[in-house]
């Protein structure tokens, strides 16, 4: 792009000047990026090796796992190095990478929760056509769409941020990130990423609006099971999804609507965090801890691993 002769790389935002403290914070971002990976890769390995939980819903769990690790992978390993390191530098390049990495997984995780609730609607509404309807084709197909909704959505949002000529390059955040990217464009060329960004707002939005109509049809069917034992089962499929939704968009929200701050500031710099690390933490809690057969072929995985061992 034109502007990468005048800028070869950015600055990214510093916890602390402290040495002992940045290395504070590196050791907590390996803690978070430890758990967070070990929770999705164990979500992803259950579903791979346990066949009873080869179904459209834990398919799309697993795709789920596995954009939030791509997500957090994209953004948390770059800070560490830099915090380990004692340096806030990132390349160009780098950037650019980093940023359409994460736009990709975040806007393809708002796409399939929103397949997921498709799912559910299906399972619970219909269950007689529930096979024909969500059988493997249109499983990979879904998934599909979404991955490449999510490419469209990265490739716009990478070329509406990085055409505009920046002024500074120093990025008021830990990764390359839409807001501080956005401020410090100083060419009327940064207006294509701001309608991007709403019109990517307005679809998050519209997407909301159908999981809560969605859910509204899946509870009202479900309230109209006669026994008390498949309602809960229903619920119990429909609650830590709905849970899932509600604080990846929450947090989504609260992190892009608000306005960029002037200076750097650590309580920005932990609500990024918090946006950025809290729902892939939390995913696998709350799948593992509301479903049965999640934590059966957990107790599997883990009891073979652990045989597995000990015979060596």
Not at 95 to 122: G, H, N, W
Not at 184 to 205: G, H, K, M, R
Not at 229 to 236: E, L, P
Request: overall charge neutral; hydrophobic content about 50%; glycine content about 4%.
């Amino acid at each position: 792009m034109d502007n990468q002769s005048s800028i070869s790389e950015f600055l990214l935002l510093e916890f602390s000047e402290i040495r002992e403290l940045q290395i504070l914070q590196f050791l907590l971002f390996l803690i978070l990026y430890l758990a967070i990976a070990s929770g999705n890769l164990l979500i992803i390995s259950a579903v791979v090796f346990d066949h009873h939980l080869h179904t459209p819903m834990y398919f799309f769990l697993m795709i789920l796992a596995i954009q939030d690790l791509g997500s957090v992978s994209a953004i948390i390993p770059k800070s560490m190095a830099n915090s380990l390191n004692n340096t806030r530098h990132i390349s160009y390049s780098g950037c650019v990478v980093q940023f359409f990495s994460f736009v990709f997984f975040e806007i393809s995780d708002v796409f399939l929760l929103t397949v997921m609730a498709c799912d559910r609607y299906v399972a619970i509404c219909n269950p007689l056509q529930y096979v024909i309807v969500m059988n493997r084709q249109v499983c990979a197909q879904m998934v599909a769409g979404v991955w490449f909704i999510g490419l469209c959505f990265g490739l716009l949002h990478t070329g509406g941020t990085f055409s505009a000529s920046f002024c500074s390059n120093v990025v008021n955040q830990f990764y390359c990130d839409i807001p501080q990217l956005v401020k410090i464009s100083c060419s009327n060329s940064y207006l294509t990423e701001v309608a991007i960004l709403a019109i990517t707002l307005v679809t998050e939005l519209g997407g909301f609006v159908f999981i809560i109509v969605t859910y509204v049809l899946i509870f009202t069917a479900v309230l109209r099971i006669p026994s008390a034992q498949g309602r809960k089962k229903a619920f119990s499929t429909c609650l830590p999804h709905l849970t899932v939704f509600s604080v990846f968009m929450f947090t989504g929200w609260f992190a892009y609507l608000r306005p960029p701050s002037d200076k750097p500031s650590i309580l920005n710099y932990i609500l990024t965090a918090i946006y950025s690390f809290v729902p892939p933490l939390l995913n696998p809690v709350i799948y593992s801890m509301r479903n049965k057969d999640i934590k059966v072929a957990l107790a599997k995985l883990l009891a073979s691993v652990c045989s597995f061992l000990c015979s060596c």
